[in-house]
């Protein structure tokens, strides 16, 4: 089991900047896979980024220059730097961890969500 919890979402205006976090209640060396996915109202959720243990990235085409993911292994941390913000980055952004068994089993873990509101 993992919880993961966000926080740092706010409002912004276009242009601007935001950054997120994610804390792991256990080491994410555990964890496969981390990532930061979002759903605007209306839309289905999406992936925005991920980082793999060996701090392999992979990014939405949509964000990619703009949002930078990371992992602080110490903290149990992953973050997620977002950049000249655009309203159609306004959505509500989830912090998911994903863990693979040795038997191939794949186990999904999300966050409650943080909203992020970019608008002037």
């Known amino acids: 089991q993992v919880q993961l919890v966000e926080s740092g979402g706010g409002l912004v205006q276009p242009g601007g900047s935001l950054s997120l976090s994610c804390a792991a209640s256990?080491?994410?060396?555990?964890?496969?896979?981390m990532g930061w996915y979002r759903q605007a109202p209306g839309k289905e959720r999406e992936l925005v980024a991920a980082i793999g243990r060996g701090s392999s990235t992979n990014y939405a085409d949509s964000v990619k220059g703009r949002f930078a993911i990371s992992r602080d292994n110490a903290k149990n941390t992953v973050y997620l730097q977002m950049n000249s913000l655009k309203p159609e980055d306004t959505a509500v952004y989830y912090c998911?961890?994903?863990?693979?068994?040795?038997?191939?089993?794949?186990?999904?873990?999300w966050g409650q969500g943080t909203q992020v509101t970019v608008s002037s």
């Open positions: 998911n961890g994903v863990i693979i068994s040795p038997f191939g089993r794949k186990y999904d873990y």
């Open positions: 256990r080491s994410i060396d555990s964890i496969n896979t």
